[in-house]
């Protein structure tokens, strides 16, 4: 029993790291791709576009299965961690493109026409005005695929990963009882998840702009 | 021409690999919707003995990834029942589709108009024939765009069975790859066919929307788009 807590433990640290080396990979290629997307010119509409539909077209576990398999990059091989990161980065990228897409939008035409009459530039408009009545709403957002994106870590076990349901396996084919190691995973997912949940909602309801809901 | 006779051969190969996926997710679905009715259809109650027991549960299978709950449903299961992995697959992603969709439901339900239901009741129905003539109309119109929603998740779901050995899509990819020695064609084939059918999917998605808008005219217009929202999110 004790050593099924420690691998599980262990393997939470590793499961974490993924979680956050996607987000950082989603939110660097998120924010290019909602400008993508919100171009007026329809060929950089269509870029974004296709990225989107391929990272959101194709299962999570094949990205990871392609990204580690297919790219012969020594990074990934020497620490497939990195791979997961990666895969998982690129899928979530497209939500994350989209909730700061919507934000965007979710902020009236009078604020941005209001602000070009007062004469403000691109970058204080963007900073002064938009962003901080966006920045709640598309934080909500962000949060909320973040839930799916810690849940989408544990695909990573399938390239030998090992993070939380790496170990819990283990723990079963040396003879664990299946039942009790898998739940006693899934608690610790719940334990994360849950919170964030909350953390979600929370988040939403210090949104400025109530239209959206 | 080479490629095209090529690539023909390989979708040829995974065919009968992406048919096993449809199944996986047409069981997945078949199992999951009903469940997901009855728990949003019993959501609407006001007993906490009912509701809190239920909400549990659905936060429960949301909260498991959904590798972890097959793995639970296939390994933790057999010491019981010995389970096939079609079926393990089908009662796990029917816990995880049934908990997905019951917000979906427990929302299309509570925005049936009152007047509709008070009117039901006004006219004497039974609350089955309330259920059946006023409920189900609303809620079959309002939720389908969501459901299809559900149906990609699943759909891309399905190729988790390949961790339990299963010869779906993904599965198929990897056993017709070892055997031709070259495992990335096959992959970027099964990715392409996942693409296709997912992109299939979302249109319908937008269809069936602009559909439920043109008939539910203005009132669960906004109702639908917080669905969408929901079920995106999910």
Same mark, same amino acid.
């Given at each position: 029993?004790?050593?099924?807590?420690?691998?599980?433990?262990?393997?939470?640290? #590793?499961?974490?790291?993924?979680?956050?080396?996607?987000?950082? &990979?989603?939110?660097?290629?998120?924010?290019?791709?909602?400008?993508l997307?919100?171009?007026?010119h329809?060929?950089?509409?269509?870029i974004?576009?296709?990225?989107?539909?391929?990272?959101?077209?194709?299962?999570?576990?094949?990205?990871?299965?392609?990204?580690?398999?297919?790219?012969k990059?020594g990074?990934f091989?020497?620490?497939?961690?990195?791979?997961?990161m990666?895969?998982?980065?690129?899928?979530?990228?497209?939500?994350?493109?989209?909730?700061? /897409?919507?934000?965007?939008?979710?902020?009236?035409?009078?604020q941005?026409?209001?602000?070009?009459? #007062?004469?403000?530039?691109?970058? &204080? #408009?963007?900073?002064?005005?938009?962003?901080?009545?966006?920045?709640?709403?598309?934080?909500? #957002?962000?949060?909320?695929?973040?839930?799916?994106?810690?849940?989408?870590t544990?695909?990573?076990?399938?390239?030998?990963?090992s993070?939380?349901?790496?170990?819990?396996?283990q723990?079963?084919?040396t003879?664990?009882?299946p039942?009790v190691?898998?739940?006693?995973?899934g608690?610790?997912?719940?334990?994360?998840?849950?919170?964030?949940?909350?953390?979600?909602?929370?988040?939403e309801?210090?949104? &400025?702009?109530?239209?959206? /809901? | 021409?080479?490629w095209?006779?090529?690539?023909?051969?390989?979708?040829?190969g995974?065919?009968?690999?992406?048919?096993?996926?449809?199944q996986?997710?047409?069981?997945?679905?078949?199992?999951?919707?009903?469940?997901?009715?009855?728990?949003?259809?019993?959501?609407?109650?006001?007993?906490?003995?009912?509701?809190?027991?239920?909400?549990?549960?659905?936060?429960?299978?949301?909260?498991?990834?959904?590798?972890?709950?097959?793995?639970?449903v296939?390994?933790?299961?057999?010491?019981?029942?010995?389970?096939?992995a079609?079926?393990?697959?089908?009662?796990?992603?029917?816990?995880?589709?049934?908990?997905?969709?019951?917000?979906?439901?427990?929302?299309?339900?509570?925005?049936?108009?009152?007047?509709?239901?008070?009117?039901?009741?006004?006219?004497?129905?039974?609350?089955?024939?309330r259920?059946r003539?006023?409920?189900?109309?609303?809620?079959?119109?309002i939720?389908?765009?969501?459901v299809?929603?559900i149906?990609?998740?699943s759909?891309?779901?399905?190729?988790?069975?390949?961790?339990?050995?299963?010869?779906?899509?993904?599965?198929?990819?990897?056993?017709?790859?070892?055997?031709?020695?070259?495992?990335?064609?096959?992959?970027?084939?099964?990715?392409?066919?996942?693409?296709?059918?997912t992109?299939?999917?979302?249109?319908?998605?937008?269809?069936?929307?602009?559909?439920?808008?043109?008939?539910?005219?203005?009132?669960?217009?906004?109702?639908?788009?917080?669905?969408?929202?929901?079920?995106?999110?999910?």
């Amino acid at each position: 029993m004790t050593g099924l807590w420690d691998g599980l433990l262990l393997g939470l640290g #590793t499961t974490l790291l993924i979680w956050v080396g996607a987000i950082v &990979v989603s939110l660097v290629l998120g924010v290019p791709l909602s400008a993508l997307r919100r171009a007026e010119h329809w060929a950089p509409r269509l870029i974004g576009g296709a990225w989107a539909a391929l990272a959101r077209g194709i299962p999570p576990i094949v990205w990871i299965i392609l990204v580690f398999y297919g790219l012969k990059f020594g990074p990934f091989q020497a620490f497939p961690p990195l791979a997961a990161m990666v895969a998982l980065g690129v899928v979530n990228s497209a939500y994350v493109g989209d909730a700061i /897409r919507a934000g965007l939008d979710s902020v009236p035409r009078g604020q941005w026409e209001a602000a070009k009459a #007062t004469g403000l530039g691109g970058v &204080v #408009t963007m900073g002064r005005v938009i962003l901080p009545q966006a920045f709640p709403i598309m934080l909500a #957002t962000i949060t909320a695929y973040s839930i799916t994106l810690l849940k989408n870590t544990a695909l990573a076990s399938i390239i030998g990963v090992s993070e939380m349901l790496y170990y819990a396996y283990q723990a079963v084919s040396t003879g664990t009882n299946p039942l009790v190691a898998f739940l006693a995973a899934g608690v610790i997912y719940l334990a994360c998840t849950v919170p964030l949940g909350f953390l979600a909602r929370w988040i939403e309801t210090r949104s &400025v702009i109530a239209v959206v /809901r | 021409m080479d490629w095209i006779v090529d690539l023909v051969e390989r979708v040829m190969g995974l065919l009968p690999g992406l048919w096993v996926s449809l199944q996986l997710t047409a069981g997945a679905v078949a199992a999951g919707i009903p469940l997901g009715f009855l728990a949003g259809l019993a959501l609407q109650r006001r007993n906490r003995w009912i509701t809190w027991p239920i909400i549990g549960l659905v936060e429960i299978f949301r909260g498991f990834p959904a590798l972890l709950t097959l793995y639970l449903v296939y390994f933790g299961l057999a010491g019981f029942y010995p389970l096939d992995a079609f079926t393990s697959v089908v009662i796990a992603f029917g816990l995880t589709t049934g908990a997905y969709s019951s917000e979906i439901f427990r929302t299309a339900i509570a925005s049936v108009p009152r007047g509709q239901l008070e009117a039901a009741d006004a006219l004497g129905l039974t609350s089955w024939q309330r259920l059946r003539t006023v409920v189900l109309p609303h809620v079959l119109t309002i939720a389908v765009p969501p459901v299809i929603g559900i149906v990609i998740i699943s759909f891309q779901g399905s190729a988790l069975a390949y961790a339990i050995g299963m010869k779906e899509l993904l599965g198929s990819a990897f056993s017709q790859g070892m055997l031709n020695f070259t495992l990335i064609p096959e992959l970027l084939v099964a990715a392409g066919l996942y693409l296709a059918v997912t992109l299939a999917l979302s249109g319908m998605e937008s269809l069936a929307a602009r559909r439920a808008r043109r008939i539910a005219g203005r009132g669960p217009v906004a109702a639908t788009k917080n669905l969408a929202a929901t079920a995106t999110a999910a």
